[in-house]
């Protein structure tokens, strides 16, 4: 099968390409390298059943190109974290909802099969843990930026069971709980990566708000693993999966502490009020933590990297000693 990956320059794009040639597929990967890098895909770069074409899902012309030569579609190209959607909200918007719109239309005119990546950012300020899919998106005021990128996937995925349902276009939507594993980058203001980066370089680790805040955090081969039993399900088609690992769920102040710990830092835990790690008017949630039954019980799903064994992986990868 000849797959395409959107966004597969980047951290999860880039593990799954991985995953895919490993397993004999042949991959293409478009990336505008916006938030992606070449360094991603250094490994694989010269491998026979790999090509990389660096443009844009915005790109038409390019993209039909692309969809036409390939059966499968994993379209994972977005605006990546919280912080490029406050900083950037014309540019993550437009590539959020004209991207996927642009990719779900050229899918269903060939007739290819999609699986999009949308987020448990969808959830938004629901407080009732844990979500399962049919939990209810509970978004804030369009004044306050941070809800635009739950707002867009949310579309996003309106926009792909209209497509299952008037077209016939075999796709399935994933949230995706906080993906972590080597090459995440910390430059985008995920978690993780920035606090092995501070505890590996001596410098406080930065807790934002009172560190209560709760996630899941799930290893990103489990996740990449989950994507492709769940593409070669019939029954998962029009249906939409959390990918998230419940196990994983830690509190910030928590998390902080096992990094300086794991990497035997001196670093000092520090604690910074959302207006100044982020700017006036940030919302952030308390609590996420994925149910997970549904993608269990379609694919026996269960995450083998607990939460110790992901941060040494991640620790042992970054290339600093420790
Ligand atoms: N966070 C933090 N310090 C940082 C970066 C993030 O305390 O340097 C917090 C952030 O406010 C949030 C959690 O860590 O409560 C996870 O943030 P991330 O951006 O990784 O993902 P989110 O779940 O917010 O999409």
Redo the contacts with the bound molecule.
Sequence with gaps: MKTLITGGCGFIGSHLSEYLLERGERVEVLDDLSSGDLQNIARIKDHPNFSCTIDSVLNRAILEKVIKRNDFIFHLAAAV???MVIEEPIKSIRTNIEGTQNVLELASCFKKKVLLTSS??VYGKNEKIPFSESSDSLLGSPKVRRWSYGCTKLLDEFISFAYFQEKGLPVIVVRLF?TIGPRQT?KY????P??IEQALNGEPI????D?K?L?SFTYVADVVEAMVSLAKEPSAYGEVFNIGNPQGTIT?NEL?KLIKRLTKSESKIIH?P?QK?YREGFV??ER?VPDIGKIQSQINFSPRVNLQEALLKIIKGSGLNI
Aim: without cysteine.
């Design positions: 974290g919280v912080r448990s950012e906080n910390g203001g995920m978690v993780v920035k606090f930065t807790v934002f708000g560190g805040q996630r910030i902080a910074i959302y790690a952030d949630m996420r």
